[in-house]
Structure formats: structure tokens, C-alpha cells
């Protein structure tokens, strides 16, 4: 950034004060004494001293609330063409006008923004839960295959034989002779 414009923005910064009503009535007082010619010694004074230049009224002189009402308005300045890094990261791109020239694209994202974040919640919830019927799956699984192993070692032959055995009460013996095979002719 060159001088000039720092000096500007220097300027654009600096407020100015009006002079205090107490120092003004001193001054005028000292003028008055000097004019009465009641001291000799504040005759001297009066020809040493520089002639001082007259205060405006306070009237006429800006309050320090003007001031700064004046330095605090929304109105902005053009918007130069450059944008630069500096005006990115001081903010001077988010002017008044800018923002109201470009409203509905915020508002646009901010809805975006939100459908996005409820659409995130939404799926870690069907995760969550996809989550815990696999669980569940893998549980009936596991339940299903031993259920089946159970099944099947009670189901075996020997295992029915042992069982017949050690029950005193079945009528049901092993068979000393094959099964017969009966034919019937097709007719």
C-alpha cells in the first residue's frame, strides 16, 4: 500500500476533538486581564506571548457524538475493482452493498448447509442401526449353526442306538435282517 493511502486512511481515522469549555473561559479570562491592563507583569506576557487565534463558537464546532455518528455511517465507499488478500482478510469485501447485492446466494448456502447437516444426522442414525442388525443377524447366526450341530449329533445313528439301549422302556430294537425290497410291475 502506498503512503498517500495510508496517510488517507490515517486521516479517515483521526477524530477531532473541539477544545474543552473549560480552557476556552481561561483563555478568555487572560485575554480580558491583559486588555484591563490591571498587571504589569501580564502586560509582559501578553507582548512575549503569539497572538491566539480565535476559537469558533461551540456552535458552530462539531460535538464529539457528530463525529463520530458521521465516521460510524453505513454508507460505503465504491467497491474498487483489485481485491486483494489484505482487503480479503480485513474484511473490506464485506461491505454493506455487497451483502445486500448477494442476500439471496447466503441464504441459498445457509439452506444448503442445513439440508446437508440434517441429511449427515440422518445417515449416522441408519448406520447406527444397520449397524446393530448385522449384530443381530450374526447372533441368530451363530444361534442357527449350533441349534443345527445339536440337531445333528443327536440325529446320528449311534447316538439313537446308545439312547435306545440305556431306555429300558422302547420297543424299538435294531433289526437282525436286511429290509426286504418289494417290486410292483408297472401295468
Known amino acids: ?52 487565534k480565535e476559537t469558533a463558537p461551540a456552535d458552530d464546532a462539531p460535538s464529539l457524538k457528530e463525529i463520530i455518528s458521521e465516521q460510524a455511517t453505513e454508507d460505503d465507499l465504491p467497491l474498487s475493482k483489485n481485491i486483494t488478500l ?22 441459498l448456502i445457509t439452506f444448503f448447509l442445513v439440508i ?13 442401526e444397520i449397524d446393530q442388525l448385522q449384530k443381530e443377524l450374526q447372533h ?16 446320528r445313528e449311534s447316538h439313537v442306538l446308545d439312547a435306545l439301549k440305556t431306555n429300558k422302556d422302547s420297543v424299538l430294537k435294531t433289526p437282525n435282517q436286511p429290509p426286504y425290497i418289494i417290486h410292483i410291475p408297472e401295468e
Open 116 to 128: 446437508y447437516v440434517a441429511n449427515r444426522y440422518s445417515c449416522q442414525k441408519y448406520m447406527i
Open 140 to 155: 441368530a447366526k451363530y444361534k442357527a449353526l449350533s441349534s443345527s450341530s445339536q440337531l445333528t449329533e443327536r440325529c
Open 86 to 107: 489484505r482487503k480479503i482478510l480485513g474484511g473490506d469485501i464485506l461491505t454493506t452493498s455487497t451483502i445486500r447485492r448477494q442476500i439471496w446466494v447466503f441464504v
Open 1 to 52: 500500500m502506498s503512503k498517500d493511502k495510508q496517510a488517507e486512511e490515517q486521516d479517515k481515522l483521526t477524530v477531532e476533538l473541539p477544545p474543552e469549555p473549560e480552557k476556552a473561559s481561561e483563555e478568555q479570562e487572560g485575554a480580558a486581564s491583559t486588555d484591563a491592563g490591571t498587571k504589569p507583569h501580564d502586560h509582559a506576557k501578553a507582548k512575549n506571548a503569539k497572538p491566539k
